[in-house]
Each structure stands twice: as C-alpha cells, then as structure tokens.
C-alpha cells in the first residue's frame, strides 16, 4: 500500500474470488483490526472460515453475495 501511495483506512471493501491461502492470509488480521468487509459467495465465505489461517476472521465482517445478487456502491 506505501508503494502505491495508499493506506488501509482507503480500503472500502474486500471481494474475495476464491478461498486459496494466496488470496486469503490477510483477511483475518484485516477484518480484526480494520473491520474492513469481505465479500464472497457463500461456499468462499465458507472456506475462509474453516481455514486454519483464517479461522478466526471477524464474522460480522463477512458479507454472502450471489449472481442475483449485485453489490452496488455502498461506500460513498
């Protein structure tokens, strides 16, 4: 993020495409400390959970989302 010129507090949201450890380490530690919401569909909100990395990621910061579904600007 320093590289780029940002910083986590720019960070509106994750969207989470799958539940690999490469796209999912972090997640804990941001939901805890940032309380930045992650968005995925149910079966990757269901790996993140039952990822010994991950395990203990702030619950209320997970958000299900579906094709049905869309996410539209929440954050402005």
Excluded at 13 to 27: E, L, M, N, P, Y
């Amino acid at each position: 993020m320093n590289e780029i010129g940002r910083r986590l507090i720019n960070i509106k949201a994750i969207f989470v495409t799958h539940d690999h450890i490469d796209h999912i380490k972090g997640i804990q530690e941001l939901t805890q400390s940032n309380k930045i919401p992650v968005y995925a569909t149910a079966s990757t909100l269901k790996g993140i959970t039952m990822n010994r990395f991950t395990a203990n990621v702030d619950l209320s910061c997970l958000h299900a989302i579906t094709y049905e579904s869309p996410i539209y600007n929440r954050w402005y």
